[in-house]
């Protein structure tokens, strides 16, 4: 009797530890089996607040997905990571498994967006661009550019080229104005590097002065290998004296009263960006440089050209004396006309 008693408790041991084996071994194929998504992949949206039941009910919508609560709250539990686990949006990718993706999680390696601020541009269509990303959360709407800068720790500094063109990337929910402190420490960090390796005797008093000229500079030319040239033209003025006498900036001195076509009568009515009218540089930079315009002007181009003019081609033909730019003139632009 004793002898069948043993004999039906080790039964149910052996039973008992057979099972336990089975659940084991089924747990970790599980957590090494890819998950069932799409060849397009899919998002996962972690909330704050948002447990590993929270996270296991969503991944249960999923087709093939019957056991991931109670397999995934135990791996969880057993490795430390229940509270680890990170808000943001996460890509799901065909070959994932449940233990790469809590790793994942874990880690907070969400998406990353990607917003382009192009150089050239100004602050009022960088402003456009952040209002119309739609994972960027917007807490500037409604602001005046000037409250935006006092909001940025910059109060009574104008906005105009501050911020360096770049692409930037960013997760969900990050906020415009932490996109614009991003972009303005780089620009601070990137006007400090160029300026200690400008080239000596440059006509330009301070880091701002640079990117006063780089935006013209930006303005004037599409071509990376034309800029230095052009800052080389312009540095040439400065130090002779000389206006500028660059369009883009007698445009934007006229504001919203530009309508597209720049008369005579525009380079003679007199603003405080009108390089016809008054010499030097312009009081701000006119748009946002980016870093080859910076660039071009620490270390322009040498030569002796004091005058440039399109070419019709998307290049400039560059011109020592007023003669030869008047020619210039007459067989690019007038002739084509």
Not at 151 to 168: A, H, K
Request: proline content about 7%; cysteine-free; hydrophobic content about 40%.
């Amino acid at each position: 009797m004793r002898f069948r008693r043993l004999r039906r408790l080790l039964m149910q041991v052996l039973a008992f530890g057979l099972a336990i084996s089975l659940i084991f071994a089924d747990y970790q194929q599980f957590l090494d089996t890819p998950l069932e998504i799409p060849a397009e992949g899919q998002v996962l949206e972690v909330k704050s607040g948002m447990g590993i039941a929270d996270i296991a009910w969503r991944l249960q919508q999923q087709p093939g997905l019957s056991r991931p609560a109670l397999y995934l709250k135990a791996y969880t539990q057993l490795n430390g990571l229940a509270l680890r686990l990170k808000a943001g949006e996460y890509a799901l990718s065909p070959g994932m498994t449940p233990r790469a993706l809590i790793e994942r999680i874990v880690a907070g390696r969400v998406i990353q967006y990607p917003l382009t601020v192009v150089e050239g541009w100004t602050f009022r269509q960088l402003r456009q661009a952040l209002t119309r990303h739609p994972k960027l959360a917007q807490t500037l709407q409604g602001l005046s550019d000037a409250e935006v800068m006092a909001q940025l720790g910059l109060p009574g500094e104008y906005p105009e080229g501050r911020f360096l063109p770049d692409t930037y990337h960013f997760p969900a929910g990050f906020t415009d104005e932490a996109f614009l402190r991003r972009a303005l420490t780089a620009m601070d960090q990137r006007l400090a590097e160029i300026w200690q390796r400008r080239a000596p005797g440059l006509p330009l008093d301070n880091p701002y002065q640079v990117m006063i000229l780089a935006s013209i500079v930006e303005k004037e030319t599409g071509l990376p290998t034309e800029r230095p040239e052009v800052a080389g033209v312009f540095v040439r003025r400065l130090r002779k004296g000389m206006p500028l006498q660059t369009d883009p900036a007698v445009i934007y001195g006229l504001g919203e009263a530009f309508d597209g076509d720049l008369r005579r009568q525009d380079l003679t009515t007199d603003t405080p960006y009108n390089t016809y009218t008054r010499k030097g540089l312009p009081p701000t930079p006119i748009a946002l440089p980016g870093a080859e315009a910076l660039n071009a002007v620490v270390n322009p181009a040498s030569g002796d050209a004091l005058y440039f003019v399109a070419d019709g081609a998307g290049g400039h033909v560059f011109s020592r004396t007023l003669d030869e730019h008047n020619q210039a003139v007459r067989r690019y632009q007038l002739q084509g006309r």
